[in-house]
Structures are given as C-alpha cells and as structure tokens.
C-alpha cells in the first residue's frame, strides 16, 4: 500500500495527488504515441521538445481539470476530513477519475491510430452523432471486456493509494492553505486561459512532432470554439476588387451571379472535348474514403480493385486528381457546390446553407431531375437537410425496403443495397421521360469494415483492404446491373472518392493523402484514354454543367476540365484551418494569425520541403479562399431566381 511519508506533501491533499496521476498519464501516453510512429517519423533528437511542450499542455490543461477539486478542498470542513462517509466519496470519485482518465488514454489511442491527430474539429462532429459513433465502436471493439479492464485497473490504482488519501485527510487545513487552494481553482485556469494556445503546438517543423506534443483534452476544447473560422479575422485578405481581378485572369466569371437565364449556353467549338456525344444522364458516384494509392490503375500490386482498373481502361482516367479535404462533408461540398474549402466547418455543416448554386439547383432549373443516394440515415453531417434544400430528392435508409437489405451495419446498407436502390429509382424515372443526375455516396469503406459474406476473398469484416475489395465489387456490380437498363448507352459514370482513407504524414497537407481516383465511363460516348493534368473535385461541377450542355457552369469557382484555353493545373487541400493551394510544383498554405507557409513539391512523389513564398501564388491561393469564404458568409453563394424559393 502506497502511503505519504512527509507533511509536506501530505499538506497539498487530494488536489495534487490527482495532478500527479494525470500529468504521469499524459506524460506516458505521449512517449506511446511517439513509439507508434514507424522510424524516422519523428527522430528522436525531437523528442526533448515533444516531451517539453507537451508538459505546458498538460499542465494547462490540469489548471482547468483540478480547479473543481481545489474549491472543494479549500470549503470542506476540516471536522468532515475524517467522517467515513467523506472517505467513501472521496475514494469512488477517485475511482472515477481515474477510470475516466484510462477510458480517455484509450479513446486518444484510437483516435490517433485512425486519424494520426489528437482530437480535434472530427471529434467535435462526432460528439453530435452518438448513435452512428457509439454503434461504430461497439461494432469494432470488444467494450465489454475493455471497459471491464478499465475497472478493475483504476479499481486496483486506487486501492494502491488508499493509504495516501487516508493520510492526507488527517492533515487539518489551516486558513492559509484554504486561500492557496481557492487561488489554485481560480487563478491558475486563468493564468492557462490567457497564456497557453493550440496555435503554440506548431513550431518542430513536422506535424506529428507537434500533434503529439499537444493535449487531447486541450485540443478538444479548442476545437470546440474553433469549429468555425471566420476568414477575414484569421487569415492573410487583400481588397476585394484586386481578388476578383485575379480570378478572372484564372477564368472564373461568377462575380457577380446572373440570373440563371442570362447566362450565355457554351457550344461544344469552345471545348476540347473527348466524347463522341454528349451525355443526357450522369451517375456520380462519390466512393468513401478511396484513396488512389488502392487501385492497380494508380500503380497498386495488390490487386484490390480488379473491376475499377477495367473501367479505368475502358474509360478516361485521371491520373492527377485531389480532394479537398480530409472528410465526407468537404469532398460532398466541393462535388456539389464546386467551391474552395472554408476555414472551419464545411458549408454542408452550416446554418444559411440552402438555394445555393448547387449542380442539384442549376439541372434541376433546366429540366434535370437530380438525386442524392445515402446507405445510411441522412442527419448524419445534415446531408438530408443540405441537399434537401439545394434541390435534390434525397434517398437514405430510411426510404430502402426491409425486403432488399441484405446486410447493414451503424453506417447504412451494404453498398450493393444502395446500388440497387438506385437502380430502381433511376429506372422510373427513365420511364418518366426524365433526364437525371444522380450524386452516389456510398459507406461500406468505413470502420467496422463489414459486408456481406461470399462477394469477395477477404472474410468479413476484412479491415481497410477489405471494405476497399468490396466497394470495387460492388461499383462493379452497380455497372454490370446497368448495362442492361435502356439508359445505359446514354449516361456518363463519374466514380471519384470524396476524400482519401489518411491524411497523416509530417507536413501540415501531406499532399499524397489527398490523391483520389477519378474515372469517367461511358463506352457508348467516350474512347479510352488518360487525363495528366492536375484535377480538382471542385472542377466536377462545372464540367458536368458543359458536357449535358446547360448553362450554369460559370456558377462554381472550378473550371470545365475540356476546355480549349490551357488547363490551370492547380488544386485545393485543406484540413479545417489549413488552406492549400498547389500550382506550379509549389504548394502555398494559408494558416490562421495571417500566416502563410511555401513548400517545393517533388511532382513524382508529392514529398515537400520548404521554400519562399510566391508572392503571385499566395495572391491567387488568398483570392480563391477569400472570395468562397466571403461569398457564403454575404449569400452571395444563392442561386439568383432559384426555383425552389419561388
């Protein structure tokens, strides 16, 4: 049994007893996630300075988690210190803390090995859906056993201290040490609010380095306030006037907006376009967390996706493609708005959000009929309510027949489920005489990677490469089921991820994280080949516009992809607060406090390092960001005469 041996120490209570267990915790839990990382991710000549800022984190972070536990020292009555009752509280709620400080080291731990960042805005989002989260987890893990574990270990720490705490509580507090203690709950959370900052976790110039040497819980509380970043506040602007300037010489002419019937209808002389006709339908299907680094047709050996490199083949390939950022919301923002990444939360996310310039609003104005599928249930990341207000009909699980699903799990259907529906779906409203655009967005690649049995040779559930194997089947399927609708011949397949499965590496925008596939299909309207320049998801918007040859497409800030002027060869990445702009071999980033930070990027292998800054890049890089930005916040983004809010 441990016990405290000195007044001294036994004087401080219970308060620094608990401080003591927590800083140990972070400090051990620090030194595991560095022994996680592969060699040379961070060398060991940084460990010092992890090791160093970590314990302002921590210790900030401790001014706010023992203020609670000062106060209450500082006002119980010393007669109280003894009483059993007292003894018994103090020990369960010691318990407790202790078990919900191994339950956080083990939840940091997860977080970390799926996403190689302390918790940040993700977490945030993910506090929101308990149901989709909580059923996640129970899918993956064993909870039971471990939250068994968890028990019995704090149960087994406690015990070991209980001599300790019974020694502290026969010390009287005098007057004096009540003032320390009242002091300590109140000054010294302050003292942290004030001095200590998320921003001060960057400065090792490698981004696991300064992940790690952050606080989870400190970091989560950031995330909290900062889940919307207000552009102008934050980040490097310039006038206005000079920013659409600078976009016009880029070929984007959506300043100001037009009444939808103004617009001038580009003909095909204004394109390069590698199609024999155009298309009357499109089916886009965005593919959960498909990283470009899985298919064969990108240089994989591993033979996970055996029916996407044929479509490849048979179809135009986009050999240079990027998402714009790291989660389902942003890449589902860029494919239907066609905008940069805001700081912050995606538009999808956020309030004022309808009758914007959608590809949903802009066919539906010219005779379109557009669909949003989802296997799973539509709150989640409000996708029902933002494609609902943007001119969608929204189909999610909750439309499916008991009868079809063959399987399911906390995300939605089976993909093969949810090709199906489509199917259906797409199929009465041929018969209708419609034309339609159908926007995809499949779930199975996602933790606890389940499936149904019998499709593929991975068993269920088969981890990352599994789920990976089984959305190629089932996009497979998909096709192989529509070849037979009378449509087929007349619609264009669009398959592309809306983000890649991990965005960790040293750099703030690991650039090869961002690399999706993008494939168009359409044997009847376009011939096999291969598109090298750098892609966008946002260019998706406008280029659809052009190919069914509609108006519109001046809508979005990406550029039709087959037009005859020199392709611009740039993209966008972003996490929620850094803003990448890569052109020209240079990627420029754009970061809060009005920082901006330049790297050379190796084109055959996306590694950077650092560089000076282009003046002219970093003025089209804060020209983009600012005008997207601006243009939601202002409502500028608003479909003019929009139907739907006639």
């Known amino acids: 049994m441990f016990s405290v041996p000195t007044n001294a120490f036994r004087s401080m209570g219970v308060p620094w007893l608990v401080a003591v267990i927590w800083l140990a915790a972070f400090t051990c839990l620090r030194i595991g996630l560095l022994v996680t990382l592969d060699a040379g991710q961070v060398g060991i000549d940084l460990w010092p300075y992890v090791l160093t800022k970590g314990l302002l984190f921590d210790l900030a972070t401790l001014a706010f988690l023992v203020a609670p536990v000062c106060l209450y020292e500082a006002v119980l009555p010393n007669r109280w210190r003894t009483s059993l009752w007292h003894r018994t509280l103090r020990l369960k709620w010691l318990w407790f803390s202790v078990f919900v400080m191994l339950f956080g080291i083990g939840a940091e731990v997860t977080f970390w090995l799926e996403f190689s960042t302390r918790f940040n805005f993700i977490a945030v989002d993910y506090l929101l859906y308990t149901q989709e989260v909580i059923g996640n987890i129970r899918q993956s893990y064993p909870v039971p056993t471990v939250l068994a574990a968890i028990a019995v270990v704090a149960g087994l720490i406690v015990w070991f201290l209980r001599g300790a705490v019974r020694n502290m509580d026969n010390v009287k507090i005098t007057r004096i040490q009540r003032a320390k203690l009242v002091a300590a709950g109140v000054v010294l959370p302050v003292i942290a ?179 949003f599928f989802y296997g799973g249930y539509g709150y989640f990341d409000n996708m029902n309510a933002y494609f609902g207000g943007n001119g969608y009909k929204v189909i999610d699980r909750t439309d499916m027949e008991k009868r079809t699903i063959v399987f399911e799990n906390v995300w939605g259907v089976a993909d093969e489920v949810l090709f199906s529906q489509a199917l259906s779906t797409l199929d009465e409203e041929r018969a209708q005489s419609s034309p339609f655009f159908a926007h995809i967005m499949t779930t199975s690649n996602h933790r606890p990677y389940t499936y149904p049995a019998g499709r593929i040779d991975i068993p269920s559930p088969g981890g990352r490469l599994g789920a990976v194997k089984y959305t190629d089947f089932a996009i497979g399927d998909f096709i192989d089921r529509a070849r037979a609708q009378p449509w087929f011949k007349d619609t264009l397949f669009i398959i592309v991820a809306d983000h890649g499965a991990s965005v960790a590496g040293k750099t703030k925008l690991p650039l090869d994280g961002y690399r999706i596939p993008l494939i168009f299909f359409a044997p009847d309207l376009l011939k096999p080949s291969v598109y090298e320049p750098l892609v966008s998801q946002l260019d998706l918007a406008p280029t659809i516009v052009e190919l069914l040859g509609k108006k519109g497409a001046d809508y979005f800030f990406g550029r039709c992809l087959f037009e005859e002027e020199e392709p611009l060869r740039r993209v966008f990445v972003s996490n929620y607060q850094s803003l990448g702009y890569l052109r020209s071999n240079t990627l420029t980033v754009l970061l809060p406090r009005q920082r901006v930070e330049s790297y050379r990027v190796d084109p055959r292998t996306l590694e950077t390092t650092p560089k000076a800054v282009d003046p002219v890049l970093l003025n089209e890089a804060i020209a983009y960001y600012q005008t997207a930005s601006r243009s939601f916040k202002l409502g500028a983004l608003k479909l003019p005469n929009c139907p739907h809010q006639q």
């Open 193 to 371: 609010g004030f001095t200590v900052s998320v921003d001060q976790m960057e400065g090792a110039g490698n981004a696991y380095a300064d992940e790690i040497s952050g606080n989870g819980l400190f970091t989560l509380a950031a995330a909290m306030r900062r889940n919307e970043l207000d552009f102008d506040r934050f980040y490097r602007t310039m006038p206005q006037s000079e920013a659409d300037r600078i976009l016009r010489t880029m070929g984007m002419q959506r300043r100001p907006l037009s009444d939808l019937s103004a617009q001038a209808l580009k003909g095909a002389a204004n394109h390069a376009w590698p199609f024999i006709r155009r298309p009357r339908n499109v089916v886009l299907i965005s593919a959960e967390s498909l990283s470009a680094s899985f298919l064969g047709a990108y240089g994989d050996s591993r033979g996970l996706t055996p029916r996407l490199d044929a479509l490849a083949k048979q179809g135009l390939l986009f050999s240079h493609a990027y998402a714009t950022g790291t989660r389902t919301v942003r890449g589902l923002e860029a494919l239907s708005l066609g905008t940069p990444p805001v700081p912050g939360q995606a538009i999808v996310r956020r309030p004022q959000n309808e009758h914007l310039a959608t590809l949903g609003e802009v066919l539906g104005a010219q005779g379109f009929k557009p669909y």
